[in-house]
Structure formats: structure tokens, C-alpha cells
């Protein structure tokens, strides 16, 4: 347990009042790690307020740079940091939040050669990532690297978020309880294909960023089980029951996955 300092106290000020943060809670957040795959839309967000909140070392995985197209909805960025790596514009501006926070740069790609160092080192991952194929492989590489996955997803007006944990076993589901293998190529849009409304990203990255803190604290009641869905046209919030289920490829009964190489990369 580490002591706060008179800054940190007046800093945290807000959390450390709440009982079920405290000081104690605080002191944990700042020892805690989470890694952030991808530094857009939901990252945005995302890691403004993971960095605000004192999480102590935020890993960021994103291998693009910043473009124009992309200022519409991830706020971390700046019109004058287009062209610069994703991970140095987000990182800049969260040091400059807070400078307790450790940022880990990895401009980088995921895949299934490079997951499981990746993540192995935070105790929590979160996925704002923009496509099925990483979607997946990140929930096969947190089941079987023993990580808490934070998972959301969004197009045009609509979005669900989740948190993953079916390494902990029964009754905890995990992605592909839900949805089983990864739509054909083309089939769903992307947000740069079928766009988005930048006002969503802001909602479901804060949403990821409360759960992630929820998850670290250990309080309240974990999304894990529950699926929300957010219609942002007919304002509404509609939580679904997800179960773990026996069948599940991965996390079944008879799991036919025991490793990463079912994935294309
Ligand atoms: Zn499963």
C-alpha cells in the first residue's frame, strides 16, 4: 500500500471522499496496470479518464497515426498532432493530465505471436479496437492468460459493451459465448466504413472506463454476464443476460481452441 502525498490527497480528492474508493482504493488504483488496445474512438476517452483517475501504468497498443477523419470523435487527439503515432498524441496529452501515471507506448499491431507478452504484464485489458479479427483475439488471449477483458463495441448509433472474465470459470462467459467466430470479411462495417457518430465513442469509452474501474476497486456489480446495449436514436439502454456456454469453442466443456492458432495472424 502506498502512502499518498498532500497533492495526491487534494488530486484524488473526489475519489479518496467516496467510501467505497477511500484512500485505500486510491492507493490501489495507482498501483494497478490496464492495457488499452487501441487509441481511438473508445480509447480516447478511455484513457483521458483512466489517466485523471490515477491508474498507474497505462499501456497503449495502436500501430496508426493520426488523420484528420479521425478528430471527429477521438478527442485525445489535436488537429496539430495529425500525422504523429496515435500512441505519442494520446500519451502527451495524458501525461500532461497527470504525471503520476506511467504511459507504456506499443505502436504496434496485435497478433497471435505478440499477444500474450503483451498482456501479461497488466492486470486488465481493455479492447477499442475498430475490427472482429483483433475482437477475437483478444478474448482467446485474455482466457488464456488468466486477463479481465473490458470489450465494447460501436457503429452508426448503436453500441454494447461487456467485461470478459470466463478465465475464472463458471458462470462466466466469454466473447464468443456470444457471438461464436468472426462474421464473414465485409459483412458488418466498420466505423470508417459505415461511420459513427462521434458522440457515441465519447459515451462507450466513458462507460469502459467506469467498468475498468469498477473491476480494479472491486466494487459494485461486475457487467460480467451482462450484455448492454446502447440505441443512441431511441436513447435507450437495454441490458441482456449472457451465459457461458457449455458448447463455447474456448471456454466450453470441450474446448476444441487450447491455443492462438486458429487465428488468420
Ligand atoms: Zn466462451
Known amino acids: 500500500m502506498m502512502d499518498l502525498s498532500d497533492s495526491q490527497i487534494e488530486r484524488y480528492a473526489r475519489h479518496i471522499m467516496l467510501p467505497q474508493v477511500g484512500g485505500e482504493g486510491q492507493s490501489r488504483l495507482l498501483s494497478a496496470s490496464v492495457l488499452v488496445v487501441g487509441a481511438g474512438g473508445l480509447g480516447a476517452p478511455l484513457l483521458l479518464y483512466l489517466a485523471a483517475a490515477g491508474v498507474g501504468r497505462i499501456g497503449i497498443v495502436d500501430d496508426d497515426v493520426v488523420d484528420l477523419s479521425n478528430l471527429q470523435r477521438q478527442v485525445i487527439h489535436q488537429t496539430d498532432g495529425i500525422g504523429v503515432a496515435k500512441v505519442e498524441s494520446a500519451a502527451a496529452r495524458m501525461r500532461a493530465i497527470n504525471p503520476d501515471v506511467v504511459v507504456e507506448l506499443h505502436r504496434l499491431r496485435l ?26 483475439l483478444l478474448n482467446d488471449a485474455c482466457h488464456f492468460g488468466g486477463k479481465t477483458l473490458v470489450s465494447a463495441a460501436m457503429l452508426r448509433f448503436d453500441a454494447q459493451i461487456s467485461t470478459f472474465k470466463s478465465h475464472l470459470g463458471d458462470p462466466h462467459p466469454c466473447y464468443r459465448c456470444i457471438f461464436r467466430e468472426p462474421p464473414p470479411p465485409g459483412m458488418v ?27 480494479l476497486l472491486g466494487i459494485g456489480d461486475s457487467l460480467s454476464g451482462r450484455l448492454l446495449l446502447y440505441a443512441a436514436l431511441e436513447t435507450s439502454f437495454r441490458t441482456v443476460k449472457v451465459r457461458r456456454d457449455p458448447d463455447c469453442p474456448l471456454c466450453g466443456t470441450h474446448p476444441t481452441y487450447k491455443d492462438l492458432s486458429h487465428h488468420p495472424f
Open 111 to 136: 497478433n497471435r505471436g505478440n499477444i500474450e507478452s503483451l498482456i501479461a504484464p497488466y492486470d486488465l485489458v481493455v479492447d477499442g479496437t475498430d475490427n472482429f479479427a483483433t475482437r477475437f
Open 189 to 215: 462495417p466498420t466505423c470508417s466504413e459505415g461511420g459513427v457518430l462521434g458522440a457515441l465513442a465519447g459515451t462507450m469509452g466513458s462507460l469502459q472506463a467506469v467498468e475498468v474501474l469498477k473491476e
